[in-house]
């Protein structure tokens, strides 16, 4: 019972069968049909001119975030956010690009977080050119962002000249959640990406959607960055199925999280927040070492990541049955009813 992480999906068989039937060319050469229906089945999803299929999501905000923050200004982010913790420093590292932070508690993020944190006319102060929103949320428990305040801060950053990149790595659980369409979220962004191979279950890629000039410009610089791709239209083929099937059955993952929180619950209420949004569940270890619990859960079978030394997450996904999720959330609880709240 491996919950470490959605990316842990295995093409299915249908899968696999879409993959071995497609028509492939070289991409570089714009030469594959596949990779070809794919950014344009994504374009139209996200609500946008054109897509960029990426190797992968950091590659995509890395795109998304170069082709928006000009050159000497920032972007600002939550601190919780997957770009500043789990990338790399690569926005820095590759492309001299500096974050700022907000803080929420439960990754939800409103105009009220961001507005004071925005220098519009530089001077002496370092210009904001960009804001940067993750829906869902990874490192808070994939919190979702309303669309009510997403669109206030898109709104906002339309009337000052601040371009907007959505990194919408789990979008599609966000919009499957609250009933929303991909492209509610898309069309209000500069820039949006979507992981295909998170819950959408396909085994490589990211798009990154935006205007036709936008995505010019972003594949020009994925072949600099080593992501031009030949025959890449076996894995477009993963994708197409992914966003044809894939979508819907999102809501059995959240449920499965659901599942796996109430379990731990009932030892340790304290461990979990009140529900759940998505598929992720934030656990608290009060006070056991995550290392630890990670170690007694595996010695029953149950694989768990650590997020921080109080902290581990339980994903669900594609793999992972309903009745798992109840047995991996039993196991978690009979080792945290040992801790006690820190
Ligand atoms: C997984 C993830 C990404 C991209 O990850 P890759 O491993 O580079 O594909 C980006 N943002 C969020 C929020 C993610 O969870």
């Given amino acids: 019972m491996d919950f470490r992480s959605d990316t842990l999906t295995q093409p299915t068989q249908a899968m696999?069968?879409?993959?071995?039937?497609?028509?492939?060319?070289?991409?570089?050469?714009?030469?594959?049909?596949?990779?070809?229906?794919?950014?344009?089945?994504?374009?139209?999803?996200?609500?946008?001119?054109?897509?960029?299929?990426?190797?992968?999501?950091?590659?995509?905000?890395?795109?998304?975030?170069?082709?928006?923050?000009?050159?000497?200004?920032?972007?600002?982010?939550?601190?919780?956010?997957?770009?500043?913790?789990?990338?790399?420093?690569?926005?820095?590292?590759?492309?001299?690009?500096?974050?700022?932070?907000?803080?929420t508690d439960d990754g939800v993020s409103t105009l009220e977080d961001i507005e004071p944190l925005v220098s519009l006319t530089g001077g002496f102060l370092v210009r904001t050119s960009t804001v940067e929103i993750e829906n869902t949320m990874n490192f808070a428990s994939g919190a979702i962002q309303p669309l009510e305040n997403y669109t206030q801060i898109a709104k906002y950053c339309q009337d000052n000249d601040l371009r907007l990149h959505l990194d919408g790595a789990r979008l599609a659980n966000a919009c499957v959640a609250t009933q929303t369409s991909l492209a509610d979220y898309g069309k209000q962004a500069s820039t949006v990406s979507l992981c295909l191979s998170k819950g959408l279950g396909a085994p490589v890629g990211t798009l990154l959607a935006s205007t036709k000039a936008n995505i010019d410009q972003a594949r020009v610089q994925r072949k600099r960055l080593g992501g031009g791709w030949r025959q890449a239209g076996i894995l477009a083929a993963a994708g197409i199925y992914a966003l044809d099937h894939h979508i819907k059955r999102l809501a059995e993952d959240h449920e499965g999280a659901s599942l796996f929180a109430d379990q731990v619950r009932v030892a340790a209420p304290w461990a979990v927040t009140e529900s759940i949004p998505t598929n992720i569940v934030v656990i608290q270890t009060g006070s056991l070492d995550a290392d630890q619990v990670i170690l007694d859960v595996a010695q029953q079978g149950v694989k768990l990541t650590k997020l921080g030394p109080h902290i581990v997450r339980a994903v669900s996904y594609l793999g992972v049955s309903r009745e798992q999720c109840i047995e991996g959330g039993k196991v978690t609880a009979s080792v945290l009813g040992q801790a006690n709240p820190r």
Wanted: hydrophobic share 45%.
């Fill in 16 to 103: 696999r069968q879409a993959m071995a039937q497609a028509p492939v060319g070289d991409d570089v050469f714009s030469e594959d049909p596949t990779v070809r229906a794919l950014e344009d089945k994504g374009a139209e999803l996200l609500g946008h001119e054109a897509a960029l299929f990426c190797v992968s999501g950091s590659m995509a905000n890395m795109l998304g975030l170069w082709l928006n923050v000009d050159y000497g200004t920032e972007v600002l982010c939550d601190q919780k956010a997957h770009i500043v913790r789990a990338e790399m420093g690569a926005h820095a590292a590759l492309h001299g690009i500096q974050t700022k932070s907000w803080t």
